[in-house]
């Protein structure tokens, strides 16, 4: 193209309409071509950026949504903060980076690479590997200039991220927030936050100003006026091999050749050097994305990072020995009963809530948990679901879908009316388990749920269901759910705290018929009947937290009255 558009100006100057006109069609009939390849070239790296996005997200979320990794990487690792960030933004950022290195450095290289074999042949070696070294001077001047870009861009992500956190508490929480009357307080959280990201940003945009202003200098005047010099040497000296026996006018049209030539490799040596500044901008997206990847892999093998915390303990004290060590206890798979032998109950971070726990729980013999908050009823149930590591002892269970926890704020998920009532299963799980929706509508009529169908308009209707059902309909739903499900053990974390008491006795009556065995949770004493041993004809028993690091597991009989008290 430079031959030829250089042709077509000099068959202009020398007004030879023969050559203006042949030079014209030819550079005419190239442009469909030129025109194709360059699309095809902006085509096939937007597909390479999709490609590899798509590629690592996957990855990345087979990783993520592996066992209960999402889980511990936000509740027991705190080597990672705002993980949604890093899966979506800094994910697509560091994508569309890489595959920006080929129109930043490979293009660019290729172009060096034609250019100087066309001027190694118009004016001679000497010059192109003058660029060449103009080029490793420069860029390792710059490079050594550009350090701090990589740690600002890992810095602008962190904060980037903390903005988005607080913000998203807002919509999360905007009801206790609205009852508090807290806006104020609120604003100024995240106006603080915004300020800390702004003057990071300021910073930022002021070094990147600063290194734009030498970035200029060094990478394009510069290269120009080594061009210059360099293209100019064989035409100032009339004893060059390479001007002799050349008129004046293809002296000039050589000379516009080869200044253009040198010229695009000025450019291409300049977007080489500046090329710099992009990739110390991906190598903090690449820190970013590698410590992800790094906290993913040991979360996966049951490692986590977390500042200990460490109980005050006399010297002569047999734990100060022998220090606590997440995931060292053992974890039994059996149906039909859950045992817990010399098992500690400890927090991820160290906290001791009870020294050692003992204790066993056969199918049908419910059990009726209490204790004041914070005492760890909830901390023994993440251990019995393996949200937590065992720090000692051994743990007999059944496999984790024989056991089914019912929170007293139940999870709606997207979908359906009928995604409520079988999830996690699909429409598909279901029908391979012969359950239809005949079935569905008896178990919502069992927890008096029925009008529920129609008001909605059927199975297949979709709505913001946590926006949409009650807290008493949403507790039904889990309730419903539990029966679909029919594990052997079921958890019920005042899961009934905002249904009649008729409803309720209802729901305990038929866990009873259908075999489900209940931990129950709850302070309401309603609930005291359904863990009686005539109605049952089973023993049943109550585990008693006293907040101290004591527990209390016995069997309820006519004086039991520590519920009361």
């Known amino acids: 193209m430079i031959q030829n558009s250089t042709s077509v100006e000099s068959s202009i100057i020398q007004r030879n309409h023969e050559q203006f006109k042949m030079y014209l069609i030819r ?27 798509t590629r690592l997200t996957n990855y990345l979320y087979s990783k993520y949504l592996r066992g209960f990794t999402y889980y511990k990487m936000s509740n027991l690792d705190n080597r990672v903060a705002n993980a949604d960030q890093l899966l979506t933004q800094d994910v697509e950022k560091f994508c569309n980076s890489v595959a920006d290195l080929y129109s930043n450095l490979s293009k660019p290289v290729l172009d060096i690479v034609i250019y100087i074999r066309q001027l190694a042949l118009a ?12 080029l490793a001077v420069a860029g390792l001047i710059l490079t050594r200039l550009r350090k701090p870009v990589s740690q600002m861009t890992v810095q602008e992500q962190r904060l980037e991220g903390e903005f988005r956190f607080v913000n998203a508490r807002l919509i999360t929480n905007s009801e206790e927030i609205a009852f508090y009357q ?8 995240i106006q603080k936050a915004f300020r800390k ?36 040497r064989p035409f100032m000296n009339p004893d060059d091999p390479l001007l002799e ?29 500046l090329s710099g500044r992009e990739m110390a901008r991906l190598a903090g997206f690449t820190e970013r994305v590698h410590e992800l990847m790094m906290v993913l892999k040991d979360l996966n093998l049951g490692k986590y990072e977390r500042t200990m915390v460490k109980e005050g303990k006399d010297s002569d004290s047999e734990d100060d020995r022998e220090p606590l060590v997440p995931g060292s206890g ?3 798979y059996q149906d039909n009963i859950i045992d817990f032998q010399k098992v500690p109950l400890v927090t991820p971070n160290g906290d001791v809530l ?41 743990v ?4 984790a879908r024989k056991l089914f926890y019912v929170p007293q704020r139940p999870y709606m998920t997207l979908g359906t009316l009928r995604d409520q009532i079988i999830y996690p299963d699909s429409k598909e799980d279901m029908l391979k388990r012969g359950i239809t929706d005949q079935d569905l509508e008896d178990s919502i009529s069992r927890v008096q749920l029925t009008n529920i169908l129609e008001r909605e308009g059927g199975w297949e209707s979709v709505q913001d269901w946590m926006d949409v059902l009650s807290g008493g309909e949403k507790q039904r739903v889990a309730m419903a759910r539990l029966f679909y499900h029919k594990p052997q053990f079921a958890i019920l974390d005042e899961c009934t705290s905002a249904v009649s008491v008729d409803v309720e006795g209802y729901i305990y009556a038929h866990a009873r018929e259908v075999g489900i065995t209940l931990f129950t949770v709850s302070h309401r004493k309603s609930l005291w009947k359904h863990h009686d041993a005539l109605i049952t004809s089973y023993p049943q028993f109550y585990l008693m937290f006293d907040g101290r690091g004591d527990y209390e597991f016995k069997e309820i009989d006519s004086e039991t009255e520590v519920f009361g008290s």
């Open 123 to 134: 004016i001679g070696a000497q010059g192109p590997a003058t660029m060449i070294g103009y």
């Open 396 to 399: 007999t269970k059944p496999e």
């Open 27 to 53: 550079f005419m009939y190239a442009m469909p071509m030129i025109s194709l390849v360059n699309n095809v070239l902006k085509y096939g790296l937007n597909q390479l950026k999709l490609r590899f996005r």
């Open 245 to 273: 026996n050349m008129n004046q006018a293809e002296a000039l049209k050589h000379y516009y050749n080869a200044g253009r030539m040198l010229i695009r490799l000025s450019e291409a040596i300049g977007r080489v050097v």
């Open 197 to 232: 990201l702004v003057e990071h940003l300021n910073n930022f945009i002021f070094f990147r100003f600063s290194m734009g202003f030498v970035d200029n200098i060094i990478a394009k005047y510069c290269a120009t006026c080594v061009g210059w010099y360099v293209v100019s």
């Open 330 to 332: 053992k974890m039994v």
């Open 354 to 394: 009870v020294k050692e726990m003992t204790f066993t729980v056969n199918s049908g013999v419910n059990v009726l948990v209490c204790g004041p908050n914070g005492c760890g009823k909830s901390s023994l149930f993440r251990i019995l679901g393996e949200l937590w590591p065992l720090f000692g002892g051994e």
């Open 182 to 189: 807290g806006n104020k307080r609120e604003e100024r959280t």
